[in-house]
Nanobody, 123 residues
Framework: QVQLAESGGGLVQAGGSLRLSCAAS????????MGWFRQAPGKEREFVAA????????YYTDSVKGRFTISRDNGRNTVYLQMNSLKPEETAVYYC????????????????WGQGTQVTVSS
């Protein structure tokens, strides 16, 4: 079992930055694939970023490349999503997810999910 707890969401103006945290318990984050997804009202949950286990290869959806960074702190057993130059259309609930497999990291086929944290970007 892996428990995930997101934090760091909030209200930010367009162009601003936020750093989301995902604290994990039950298993070391270095050994599982970690992903960030987001879901806006009335829309499907969409992939944002992912980190493969061990090697830590990163994956991003095209719209956030160059602005968002996913990273891992093994000592704190925490994964982060640094979000810069935020846009109003990126307002959503952001979810952290984990799974043992390194396959399909960009799809919502993850085993464990956090409760989500709200990110609101004002124009």
């Amino acid at each position: 079992q892996v428990q995930l707890a997101e934090s760091g969401g909030g209200l930010v103006q367009a162009g601003g930055s936020l750093r989301l945290s995902c604290a994990a318990s039950g298993r070391a984050v270095i050994g599982v694939a970690m992903g960030w997804f987001r879901q806006a009202p009335g829309k499907e949950r969409e992939f944002v970023a992912a980190l493969s286990p061990y090697r830590g290869t990163t994956y991003y959806t095209d719209s956030v490349k160059g602005r968002f960074t996913i990273s891992r702190d093994n000592g704190r057993n925490t994964v982060y999503l640094q979000m810069n130059s935020l846009k109003p259309e990126e307002t959503a609930v952001y979810y952290c997810a984990a799974k043992a497999s390194s396959d399909g990291l960009t799809t919502p086929d993850y085993t464990y999910w956090g409760q989500g944290t709200q990110v609101t970007v004002s124009s």
